[in-house]
T-cell receptor
């Protein structure tokens, strides 16, 4: 059975800290891995990764994929209170996205 | 572009009643997905359509749930009869299907409460 596992389940940090969120997967017919951010509403797209070892970067957020070890990480540097959200990892397997249960990040001032 | 539109945004109903959720995907997108999100199970795919055709409904919990997509700009998810355990946030998402993977765009969701 295809599955996507995220860790940790939740994380509490102070502003300015750097965090690393993990996503491992066992999915047949892997095509790509996507990261989403969900605040109190719908998930919004962050990154899509298809190749190993190539970092995607957007401001203070960055992500990388390891297709040999079947995992991805999402890094957030110099965290801000606005980064507080649930971060979802999803794997695309030719037809649909399979989501992990998410990591809840809380950033306190 | 208005993005994915869902209605209603909130629905409160009594057990046994029929509930219909509506979705208008982004114009030009050819795939549409219905998800359910709860604290216990996270985001679950219920059913998805490609070019208005249902492709995989294995996530639909039981026969009380049904979904239709009569044209490229409209889809419904119906629950009949509704039960308290159906209480959740229901998201509709759309994408332009590619070989590498969909960048899915989510609607604002419908928060359903069944009492």
């Amino acid at each position: 059975e295809d599955k996507v596992v995220q860790s940790p389940l939740s994380l509490v940090v102070h502003e300015g800290d750097t965090v690393t969120l993990n996503c491992s997967y066992e999915v047949t017919n892997f095509r790509s891995l996507l990261w989403y951010k969900q605040e109190k509403k719908a998930p919004t797209f962050l990154f899509m990764l298809t190749s190993s070892g190539i970092e995607k970067k957007s401001g203070r957020l960055s992500s990388i994929l390891d297709k040999k070890e079947l995992f991805s990480i999402l890094n957030i540097t110099a965290t801000q209170t606005g980064d507080s959200a649930v971060y979802l990892c999803a794997v695309y397997n030719t037809d649909k996205l399979i989501f992990g249960t998410g990591t809840r990040l809380q950033v306190f001032p | 572009d208005a993005g994915v539109i869902q209605s209603p945004r909130h629905e409160v109903t009594e057990m046994g009643q029929e509930v219909t959720l509506r979705c208008k995907p982004i114009s030009g997108h050819n795939s549409l997905f219905w998800y359910r999100q709860t604290m216990m199970r996270g985001l679950e795919l219920l059913i998805y359509f490609n070019n208005n055709v249902p492709i995989d409904d294995s996530g639909m919990p039981e026969d009380r749930f049904s979904a239709k997509m009569p044209n490229a700009s409209f889809s419904t998810l119906k629950i009949q009869p509704s039960e308290p355990r159906d209480s959740a946030v229901y998201f509709c998402a759309s994408s332009l299907r590619t070989n590498r993977g969909p960048e899915q765009y989510f609607g604002p969701g419908t928060r359903l409460t069944v009492t």
